[in-house]
């Protein structure tokens, strides 16, 4: 019996199963680099969040968005201009309103939102102060 066509065959499949496992190697270690990567990117990221947080306390808060209607900035310039804290009836004069119930008590309605928004505080009954 002539065992050299068996002995050829074998080499064959071990030279694939050979050329498969080098193949699969070369896959491995791609892959393990390509993990190493997303690992080191993991961590940087993990870094810059550590950073950013611990610096978040540090930033100024963003003043609160005014509402729309035109008189809020002429308000909080009357108050930047002033030297103490101003009654309703001080700001309707500031803003060049007529000294009406219901311009008065307009305005005490917008002096309430922005003390409501944290930009102006009850210096005491009827009085807002811009906040310090």
């Given at each position: 019996m002539n065992i050299r066509p068996l002995l050829d065959a074998l080499d064959l499949q071990e030279d694939a199963a050979r050329a498969l496992a080098d193949d699969l190697r070369a896959q491995i270690d791609g892959l393990q680099t390509r993990l190493r990567e997303a690992e080191m990117h993991l961590e940087h990221l993990t870094i810059t969040r550590k950073t950013?947080?611990?610096l978040a306390d540090r930033l100024p808060a963003s003043p609160p968005e005014l509402p729309e209607?035109?008189?809020y900035p002429?308000?909080?310039a009357a108050f930047n201009h002033a030297t103490g804290p101003l009654r309703a009836k001080d700001v309707c004069e500031a803003l060049g309103h007529e000294l009406?119930?219901?311009n008065v008590e307009g305005t005490r309605a917008k002096l309430k939102r922005l003390v409501k928004l944290g930009i102006l505080t009850d210096a005491d009954t009827g009085n807002s102060a811009r906040k310090q």
């Open positions: 950013v947080t611990g209607h035109p008189d002429r308000i909080l009406l119930p219901k």
